[in-house]
């Protein structure tokens, strides 16, 4: 399984970014091959708008099974839904924390988006 972390730095140590769209990074983490890839998120943390759906994008391209974020918008949850990426909200600790969580199996997944939308 690859799960999709929103972090604030490169690496498995780097606190969970509380946003989704406007984080600056994130870690690709493949549980099965205990490996990681940091990809920079700053074309899309800068964006006017639309940083949910070209985040959702992003992670979605590197084929993805599970998002980790803080938050997670309307338009973000409906793009990575229909991509059949399964979203939980957990920002309480690190990367690596939140890939033990994923491990352990003691999460739930998102039913809906867990803010309104910015432009609401």
Aim: hydrophobic share 45%; aromatic share 8%; no cysteine.
């Amino acid at each position: 399984m690859k799960i999709a972390v929103s972090a604030e730095g490169p690496d498995v140590s780097s606190p969970v970014d509380p946003r989704f769209g406007r984080a600056a990074y994130f870690i690709i983490y493949d549980l099965d091959q205990n490996t990681f890839e940091s990809l920079p998120n700053a074309d899309n943390a800068g964006a006017t708008q639309g940083a949910g759906i070209q985040a959702a994008q992003l992670v979605a391209r590197h084929s993805v099974d599970l998002v980790v974020s803080g938050n997670m918008g309307p338009k973000a949850f409906e793009a990575l839904r229909a991509a059949g990426i399964k979203i939980v909200a957990w920002n309480e600790g690190t990367v690596a924390e939140a890939v033990e969580l994923i491990r352990s199996g003691r999460f739930q997944s998102l039913d809906g988006a867990s803010v309104k939308s910015h432009w609401a």
